[in-house]
Protein backbone atom coordinates (compact mmCIF):
# COMPACT_ATOMS: atom_id res chain seq x y z
CA UNK A 1 0.00 0.00 0.00
CA UNK A 2 1.34 3.54 -0.98
CA UNK A 3 2.83 5.61 1.69
CA UNK A 4 1.87 2.58 4.61
CA UNK A 5 3.90 3.44 7.98
CA UNK A 6 3.40 0.82 10.50
CA UNK A 7 -0.28 0.51 10.47
CA UNK A 8 -0.88 3.93 9.12
CA UNK A 9 -0.98 5.83 6.11
CA UNK A 10 1.26 8.67 5.72
CA UNK A 11 1.79 10.92 2.77
CA UNK A 12 3.25 14.26 1.90
CA UNK A 13 1.72 16.78 -0.36
CA UNK A 14 4.34 18.99 -1.82
CA UNK A 15 2.77 21.41 -5.21
CA UNK A 16 0.33 18.66 -7.14
CA UNK A 17 2.19 15.64 -6.17
CA UNK A 18 2.08 12.98 -3.45
CA UNK A 19 5.31 11.58 -1.61
CA UNK A 20 4.89 8.23 0.17
CA UNK A 21 8.77 6.96 -0.38
CA UNK A 22 9.93 7.56 3.57
CA UNK A 23 13.04 6.90 4.35
CA UNK A 24 12.54 8.87 7.55
CA UNK A 25 10.22 11.39 9.36
CA UNK A 26 9.94 13.61 12.36
CA UNK A 27 7.35 16.34 13.38
CA UNK A 28 6.91 18.00 16.61
CA UNK A 29 4.10 19.51 17.92
CA UNK A 30 3.90 21.71 20.91
CA UNK A 31 1.55 24.08 22.18
CA UNK A 32 3.95 26.33 24.40
CA UNK A 33 6.09 27.42 21.15
CA UNK A 34 5.11 29.06 18.17
CA UNK A 35 6.98 27.26 15.66
CA UNK A 36 6.92 23.34 14.86
CA UNK A 37 9.44 21.54 13.36
CA UNK A 38 10.04 19.10 10.69
CA UNK A 39 12.69 16.71 9.22
CA UNK A 40 12.13 14.36 6.58
CA UNK A 41 13.57 12.14 4.38
CA UNK A 42 12.98 10.40 1.06
CA UNK A 43 14.28 7.77 -1.38
CA UNK A 44 13.63 5.63 -4.34
CA UNK A 45 13.42 2.10 -2.57
CA UNK A 46 9.62 2.00 -3.92
CA UNK A 47 9.98 3.74 -6.90
CA UNK A 48 8.13 0.67 -9.35
CA UNK A 49 8.72 1.95 -13.22
CA UNK A 50 5.77 -0.05 -14.39
CA UNK A 51 3.51 2.19 -12.31
CA UNK A 52 5.45 5.43 -12.50
CA UNK A 53 7.77 7.00 -15.54
CA UNK A 54 10.60 8.29 -13.16
CA UNK A 55 11.45 7.55 -9.48
CA UNK A 56 9.27 10.26 -7.14
CA UNK A 57 12.23 11.65 -6.17
CA UNK A 58 13.32 13.27 -9.47
CA UNK A 59 9.91 14.92 -9.81
CA UNK A 60 10.14 16.17 -6.31
CA UNK A 61 13.45 17.78 -6.92
CA UNK A 62 11.23 20.26 -8.89
CA UNK A 63 9.19 21.35 -6.29
CA UNK A 64 11.55 21.13 -2.83
CA UNK A 65 12.17 25.06 -2.98
CA UNK A 66 13.13 27.24 -0.32
CA UNK A 67 9.57 28.37 1.51
CA UNK A 68 7.58 26.01 -0.65
CA UNK A 69 4.70 25.09 1.31
CA UNK A 70 4.01 21.47 2.48
CA UNK A 71 1.15 19.28 3.95
CA UNK A 72 1.77 15.97 5.33
CA UNK A 73 -1.29 13.77 6.06
CA UNK A 74 -1.70 10.63 8.14
CA UNK A 75 -4.10 7.98 7.50
CA UNK A 76 -6.32 11.34 5.72
CA UNK A 77 -5.63 13.86 8.37
CA UNK A 78 -3.62 16.71 7.89
CA UNK A 79 -0.85 16.69 10.65
CA UNK A 80 1.25 19.75 9.51
CA UNK A 81 0.82 22.66 7.26
CA UNK A 82 4.60 24.35 6.99
CA UNK A 83 7.54 25.48 4.91
CA UNK A 84 10.55 24.04 4.03
CA UNK A 85 13.73 26.16 5.27
CA UNK A 86 16.29 23.46 3.79
CA UNK A 87 16.71 21.40 1.35
CA UNK A 88 19.88 18.90 1.11
CA UNK A 89 20.43 16.12 -1.70
CA UNK A 90 21.80 12.56 -0.28
CA UNK A 91 23.45 9.83 -1.80
CA UNK A 92 24.33 6.36 0.14
CA UNK A 93 24.40 2.45 -0.46
CA UNK A 94 20.13 2.62 -0.43
CA UNK A 95 20.46 5.08 -3.60
CA UNK A 96 19.81 8.83 -4.17
CA UNK A 97 17.37 10.29 -1.34
CA UNK A 98 16.72 14.15 -0.64
CA UNK A 99 16.16 15.50 3.02
CA UNK A 100 13.74 18.51 3.83
CA UNK A 101 13.50 20.48 6.95
CA UNK A 102 11.34 22.97 8.11
CA UNK A 103 8.80 24.63 9.77
CA UNK A 104 4.75 25.34 10.49
CA UNK A 105 3.17 28.52 9.59
CA UNK A 106 4.28 29.85 13.70
CA UNK A 107 8.18 29.96 12.17
CA UNK A 108 7.28 33.12 9.91
CA UNK A 109 5.36 34.30 12.48
CA UNK A 110 8.56 34.59 15.18
CA UNK A 111 10.88 34.72 11.56
CA UNK A 112 8.94 38.67 10.66
CA UNK A 113 9.09 41.85 12.80
CA UNK A 114 6.13 43.35 13.62
CA UNK A 115 5.53 47.07 12.13
CA UNK A 116 5.93 49.43 14.10
CA UNK A 117 3.22 51.61 12.64
CA UNK A 118 0.43 48.98 13.67
CA UNK A 119 -1.90 50.44 15.73
CA UNK A 120 -5.80 49.62 16.06
CA UNK A 121 -6.85 51.02 18.78
CA UNK A 122 -10.50 50.00 19.73
CA UNK A 123 -10.84 47.18 17.44
CA UNK A 124 -12.21 43.75 18.53
CA UNK A 125 -9.67 40.89 19.38
CA UNK A 126 -10.13 38.72 16.62
CA UNK A 127 -9.35 41.61 13.96
CA UNK A 128 -6.22 42.42 15.92
CA UNK A 129 -5.10 38.71 15.47
CA UNK A 130 -6.29 38.25 11.56
CA UNK A 131 -4.25 40.99 10.77
CA UNK A 132 -1.53 40.32 12.61
CA UNK A 133 -1.42 36.78 10.64
CA UNK A 134 -3.08 37.79 7.36
CA UNK A 135 0.19 37.59 5.22
CA UNK A 136 0.00 34.04 5.43
CA UNK A 137 -3.40 32.99 5.41
CA UNK A 138 -3.80 31.15 8.83
CA UNK A 139 -7.27 30.22 9.72
CA UNK A 140 -8.08 31.33 13.50
CA UNK A 141 -10.16 29.42 15.79
CA UNK A 142 -11.71 31.21 19.28
CA UNK A 143 -12.16 29.20 22.16
CA UNK A 144 -11.56 25.44 22.76
CA UNK A 145 -14.47 24.67 24.95
CA UNK A 146 -15.45 22.06 22.05
CA UNK A 147 -12.13 20.67 23.30
CA UNK A 148 -10.02 20.38 19.57
CA UNK A 149 -11.29 18.69 16.52
CA UNK A 150 -9.20 15.26 17.43
CA UNK A 151 -8.91 13.67 13.83
CA UNK A 152 -9.39 10.12 13.64
CA UNK A 153 -7.83 7.32 11.83
CA UNK A 154 -11.54 6.44 9.95
CA UNK A 155 -11.11 10.13 8.88
CA UNK A 156 -14.01 11.65 10.63
CA UNK A 157 -13.89 14.76 13.46
CA UNK A 158 -14.20 13.85 17.07
CA UNK A 159 -15.50 16.98 19.29
CA UNK A 160 -16.40 16.77 23.03
CA UNK A 161 -19.44 19.11 23.38
CA UNK A 162 -20.13 21.13 26.81
CA UNK A 163 -22.19 24.17 26.67
CA UNK A 164 -24.23 23.75 29.89
CA UNK A 165 -21.91 25.91 31.96
CA UNK A 166 -22.25 28.80 29.33
CA UNK A 167 -26.01 28.42 29.17
CA UNK A 168 -26.68 29.04 32.80
CA UNK A 169 -24.79 32.65 32.50
CA UNK A 170 -27.02 35.83 32.03
CA UNK A 171 -24.86 37.02 28.88
CA UNK A 172 -25.37 33.93 27.42
CA UNK A 173 -28.46 34.08 25.19
CA UNK A 174 -27.48 37.46 24.57
CA UNK A 175 -24.91 36.68 22.43
CA UNK A 176 -25.26 33.06 21.19
CA UNK A 177 -25.72 32.83 17.40
CA UNK A 178 -25.01 36.09 16.72
CA UNK A 179 -23.21 36.18 13.21
CA UNK A 180 -19.42 38.16 13.13
CA UNK A 181 -19.05 39.57 10.01
CA UNK A 182 -16.23 39.16 7.65
CA UNK A 183 -14.94 35.94 8.81
CA UNK A 184 -15.65 32.06 8.58
CA UNK A 185 -15.10 29.78 11.35
CA UNK A 186 -14.81 26.44 11.13
CA UNK A 187 -16.84 24.37 13.64
CA UNK A 188 -17.75 20.75 13.71
CA UNK A 189 -15.92 19.84 10.35
CA UNK A 190 -17.85 22.52 8.31
CA UNK A 191 -17.69 26.50 8.08
CA UNK A 192 -19.91 28.22 9.99
CA UNK A 193 -20.70 32.22 10.27
CA UNK A 194 -21.66 32.23 14.13
CA UNK A 195 -19.60 31.29 17.61
CA UNK A 196 -21.43 30.24 20.48
CA UNK A 197 -20.61 31.14 24.30
CA UNK A 198 -16.83 32.23 25.48
CA UNK A 199 -16.18 31.97 21.45
CA UNK A 200 -18.27 35.33 20.82
CA UNK A 201 -17.22 37.09 23.86
CA UNK A 202 -13.70 36.73 22.97
CA UNK A 203 -14.07 37.56 19.50
CA UNK A 204 -15.83 41.07 20.21
CA UNK A 205 -13.62 42.19 22.91
CA UNK A 206 -12.14 45.49 22.19
CA UNK A 207 -8.67 46.94 23.97
CA UNK A 208 -9.37 50.28 24.78
CA UNK A 209 -5.99 51.19 25.28
CA UNK A 210 -3.02 51.75 22.52
CA UNK A 211 -1.96 48.63 20.72
CA UNK A 212 1.48 49.28 19.43
CA UNK A 213 4.52 47.23 19.11
CA UNK A 214 8.00 47.94 20.30
CA UNK A 215 10.40 48.12 17.60
CA UNK A 216 12.21 44.45 18.25
CA UNK A 217 9.05 42.91 18.37
CA UNK A 218 8.08 40.19 15.99
CA UNK A 219 4.87 39.42 15.00
CA UNK A 220 4.26 36.61 17.47
CA UNK A 221 5.89 38.74 20.26
CA UNK A 222 3.35 40.87 19.43
CA UNK A 223 0.38 38.39 19.55
CA UNK A 224 1.74 36.54 22.60
CA UNK A 225 1.60 40.12 24.41
CA UNK A 226 -1.54 41.04 22.66
CA UNK A 227 -3.24 37.99 24.04
CA UNK A 228 -1.78 38.20 27.92
CA UNK A 229 -3.17 40.84 28.64
CA UNK A 230 -6.15 38.99 27.70
CA UNK A 231 -5.93 36.49 29.78
CA UNK A 232 -5.70 33.94 26.91
CA UNK A 233 -3.19 31.82 25.27
CA UNK A 234 -2.23 30.82 21.50
CA UNK A 235 -1.22 27.60 19.92
CA UNK A 236 -0.79 26.08 16.77
CA UNK A 237 -2.82 22.90 15.94
CA UNK A 238 -1.22 19.85 14.18
CA UNK A 239 -3.45 20.88 11.17
CA UNK A 240 -2.11 24.32 11.02
CA UNK A 241 -4.55 26.24 12.50
CA UNK A 242 -4.46 28.80 15.54
CA UNK A 243 -6.37 28.07 18.79
CA UNK A 244 -6.80 31.04 20.83
CA UNK A 245 -8.22 29.55 24.39
CA UNK A 246 -6.68 28.01 27.66
CA UNK A 247 -6.18 24.65 28.24
CA UNK A 248 -9.09 22.23 28.81
CA UNK A 249 -8.18 20.21 31.86
CA UNK A 250 -11.92 19.00 32.59
CA UNK A 251 -11.93 16.64 29.59
CA UNK A 252 -11.93 13.06 30.17
CA UNK A 253 -8.70 10.77 29.16
CA UNK A 254 -8.44 10.03 25.57
CA UNK A 255 -5.07 8.22 25.61
CA UNK A 256 -3.61 5.79 28.15
CA UNK A 257 0.20 5.44 28.69
CA UNK A 258 0.74 1.66 29.90
CA UNK A 259 3.42 0.12 31.41
CA UNK A 260 2.15 -2.49 33.52
CA UNK A 261 3.53 -5.17 35.78
CA UNK A 262 1.31 -8.06 37.48
CA UNK A 263 2.08 -8.88 40.58
CA UNK A 264 0.86 -11.73 42.72
CA UNK A 265 -1.66 -10.58 45.53
CA UNK A 266 -1.94 -7.11 43.87
CA UNK A 267 -5.18 -6.51 42.07
CA UNK A 268 -4.88 -4.42 38.68
CA UNK A 269 -7.67 -1.95 36.74
CA UNK A 270 -9.81 -3.70 34.07
CA UNK A 271 -8.26 -3.65 30.86
CA UNK A 272 -4.62 -2.26 32.22
CA UNK A 273 -2.39 -5.63 31.93
CA UNK A 274 0.62 -6.66 30.48
CA UNK A 275 -0.86 -6.69 27.06
CA UNK A 276 -1.79 -3.13 26.74
CA UNK A 277 1.66 -2.33 27.54
CA UNK A 278 2.72 0.58 24.85
CA UNK A 279 5.81 2.07 26.57
CA UNK A 280 9.19 1.92 24.81
CA UNK A 281 11.10 4.63 26.92
CA UNK A 282 9.96 6.83 29.80
CA UNK A 283 11.24 9.00 32.21
CA UNK A 284 9.88 10.82 34.84
CA UNK A 285 12.36 14.40 35.74
CA UNK A 286 11.49 16.32 39.22
CA UNK A 287 13.86 18.91 39.35
CA UNK A 288 12.69 21.59 42.16
CA UNK A 289 16.05 23.42 41.77
CA UNK A 290 14.30 24.88 38.42
CA UNK A 291 11.53 25.93 40.28
CA UNK A 292 11.25 30.01 42.35
CA UNK A 293 9.85 29.97 45.70
CA UNK A 294 8.61 33.23 44.93
CA UNK A 295 8.89 36.08 42.31
CA UNK A 296 8.51 39.67 42.37
CA UNK A 297 7.21 42.02 39.57
CA UNK A 298 8.31 45.56 39.37
CA UNK A 299 7.08 48.13 37.46
CA UNK A 300 5.66 51.78 37.24
CA UNK A 301 2.70 53.26 36.76
CA UNK A 302 3.70 57.34 35.61
CA UNK A 303 5.94 57.97 38.23
CA UNK A 304 4.50 55.85 41.25
CA UNK A 305 6.30 51.94 41.67
CA UNK A 306 4.23 48.86 40.87
CA UNK A 307 5.45 45.62 42.92
CA UNK A 308 3.20 41.95 42.43
CA UNK A 309 4.07 38.56 43.83
CA UNK A 310 3.51 35.17 43.51
CA UNK A 311 4.61 32.24 45.61
CA UNK A 312 5.13 28.25 45.37
CA UNK A 313 3.48 27.30 48.81
CA UNK A 314 5.00 23.51 48.41
CA UNK A 315 8.27 24.84 48.50
CA UNK A 316 7.87 27.41 50.72
CA UNK A 317 6.37 24.52 52.98
CA UNK A 318 9.77 22.79 52.69
CA UNK A 319 11.59 26.03 53.58
CA UNK A 320 13.10 26.71 50.08
CA UNK A 321 13.73 30.41 49.83
CA UNK A 322 15.06 30.78 46.27
CA UNK A 323 12.96 34.27 44.77
CA UNK A 324 13.32 35.74 41.31
CA UNK A 325 13.44 39.39 40.74
CA UNK A 326 12.05 40.78 37.70
CA UNK A 327 11.80 43.73 36.44
CA UNK A 328 9.97 45.11 33.23
CA UNK A 329 9.41 48.58 31.46
CA UNK A 330 6.09 47.58 29.85
CA UNK A 331 4.31 46.99 32.89
CA UNK A 332 2.18 49.53 33.97
CA UNK A 333 -0.48 48.24 36.26
CA UNK A 334 -0.98 46.25 39.10
CA UNK A 335 -3.23 43.76 37.07
CA UNK A 336 -0.02 43.28 34.29
CA UNK A 337 2.57 42.73 37.20
CA UNK A 338 0.44 40.35 38.97
CA UNK A 339 0.05 38.75 35.45
CA UNK A 340 3.52 38.20 34.61
CA UNK A 341 4.26 37.08 38.42
CA UNK A 342 2.14 34.29 38.15
CA UNK A 343 3.39 33.26 34.52
CA UNK A 344 7.00 33.31 35.87
CA UNK A 345 6.00 31.00 38.93
CA UNK A 346 3.78 28.74 36.36
CA UNK A 347 6.83 28.65 33.79
CA UNK A 348 9.49 27.43 37.06
CA UNK A 349 7.05 24.89 38.06
CA UNK A 350 6.59 23.47 34.73
CA UNK A 351 10.64 23.91 33.93
CA UNK A 352 10.17 21.59 37.82
CA UNK A 353 7.90 18.48 36.52
CA UNK A 354 8.21 16.74 33.52
CA UNK A 355 6.71 13.43 32.37
CA UNK A 356 8.27 11.76 29.10
CA UNK A 357 7.16 8.40 27.25
CA UNK A 358 8.28 7.23 23.43
CA UNK A 359 4.71 5.11 22.51
CA UNK A 360 4.19 2.81 19.53
CA UNK A 361 2.68 4.28 16.68
CA UNK A 362 1.25 7.56 15.84
CA UNK A 363 -2.56 6.75 17.88
CA UNK A 364 -5.24 4.28 19.77
CA UNK A 365 -7.26 3.08 18.75
CA UNK A 366 -9.22 5.85 16.00
CA UNK A 367 -7.24 8.59 17.15
CA UNK A 368 -4.05 9.90 16.60
CA UNK A 369 -2.15 11.55 19.43
CA UNK A 370 -2.57 15.00 19.75
CA UNK A 371 -2.18 17.88 22.91
CA UNK A 372 -4.57 19.79 24.44
CA UNK A 373 -5.72 15.84 25.47
CA UNK A 374 -5.79 14.29 28.91
CA UNK A 375 -3.56 10.85 29.09
CA UNK A 376 -3.89 8.18 31.49
CA UNK A 377 -1.02 6.81 32.86
CA UNK A 378 -0.26 3.55 34.65
CA UNK A 379 3.31 2.93 35.31
CA UNK A 380 4.52 0.09 37.37
CA UNK A 381 8.24 0.59 36.84
CA UNK A 382 9.70 1.32 39.81
CA UNK A 383 11.89 3.67 38.89
CA UNK A 384 9.16 6.08 37.45
CA UNK A 385 5.84 4.57 39.42
CA UNK A 386 3.10 6.87 38.06
CA UNK A 387 -0.81 6.36 38.49
CA UNK A 388 -2.31 9.26 37.44
CA UNK A 389 -4.49 11.27 34.54
CA UNK A 390 -1.72 14.12 32.74
CA UNK A 391 -2.06 16.83 30.32
CA UNK A 392 -0.44 16.19 27.12
CA UNK A 393 1.21 19.88 26.31
CA UNK A 394 3.49 18.57 23.20
CA UNK A 395 4.63 15.29 21.15
CA UNK A 396 6.66 14.17 18.43
CA UNK A 397 5.93 12.01 15.89
CA UNK A 398 8.99 9.70 14.27
CA UNK A 399 10.17 7.08 11.68
CA UNK A 400 13.23 5.61 10.60
CA UNK A 401 12.34 2.75 8.31
CA UNK A 402 15.66 1.53 9.19
CA UNK A 403 15.96 1.19 12.80
CA UNK A 404 12.35 1.85 14.48
CA UNK A 405 8.33 1.77 13.13
CA UNK A 406 6.33 4.47 14.16
CA UNK A 407 6.64 6.37 17.39
CA UNK A 408 4.86 9.68 18.91
CA UNK A 409 7.01 10.97 22.28
CA UNK A 410 4.68 12.83 24.26
CA UNK A 411 5.18 15.29 27.29
CA UNK A 412 2.87 15.29 30.00
CA UNK A 413 2.06 17.52 32.63
CA UNK A 414 -0.14 17.67 35.93
CA UNK A 415 -3.72 18.92 35.72
CA UNK A 416 -3.48 22.82 36.13
CA UNK A 417 -0.08 23.35 36.25
CA UNK A 418 -0.10 25.59 32.83
CA UNK A 419 -2.67 28.13 33.54
CA UNK A 420 -3.71 31.54 32.26
CA UNK A 421 -3.44 34.21 34.97
CA UNK A 422 -6.79 35.80 35.70
CA UNK A 423 -7.43 39.27 37.04
Known amino acids: ?44 SSWDPRVEPEPIIQRLRAYAKAFARVELYIDGARQLHGLMD ?27 YMPTSFNYKGLPLLDLLARATAKWSIPIVIGNEDNRVVVTMKKKAHQIKDLEKAKKQKWYKNVVGKPVQGYAFTTGGG ?17 NKEVKPDPDDTRWDFISDLLRVQDLLGWFAADGTFIV ?40 KEAPGQRYSSVYVFGRQGKDPIRAEAHDT ?22 EAQRVADRLLIESK ?14 QGDFLYAF ?52
Open 1 to 44: MRGLVGEHIVELKIGDITIDTWQRIRVEHDMLSAADSFDMTFGV
Open 86 to 112: TIRGVGGPGGPAIQITGRDLGGQLEDE
Open 191 to 207: VSDTLTAFSLVVANRKL
Open 245 to 284: GVPNYDQEPLFHVTCAVKTPGMPMPKQRGPDMNNVEEGEV
Open 314 to 335: ELEALGVDRPCYHRDKKVDSIE
Open 350 to 363: IRGTSYSYKLTGFG
Open 372 to 423: DTVFDVWDDEPSRYVHDQLYCTSLVQEYDGENQGPTTSVTLQPKGIIEVPTS
